[in-house]
């Protein structure tokens, strides 16, 4: 990985992080990291343990797989859901741009 990967702020949610008090100046001051890293870079770096590997290669794999579907059935799925959910298709500021707002556990 290049330099840049190595600069961006990364956090892992561990017990006694998610255990933090929200008024402690560690919680504030990893907050301000979190601001500057969107800020410089758009992004940050999230890790928790928890989560077993088997079911972070599943997440990716069937993420890949909604993502290649085609246009037309990923539209269909922005019409089921509400303005601020659904299926983003690209816009002219940021062509490669696509997203699924997927929130909660809703049912569609």
Known sequence: MGEAAEMIFSISLTN???SLDRQSEEWKVM???VKEACEAYGCFMLGYENIPLEL???L???TA???DLPVETKLQYKKLCPKDRGYVLSNPFIPLYECFGIHGEEEV
């Open 31 to 33: 907050i301000r990291k």
């Open 60 to 62: 990716f794999k069937n």
């Open 16 to 18: 006694e992080v998610l």
């Open 65 to 67: 797989e909604m993502f």
């Open 56 to 58: 972070q290669q599943l």
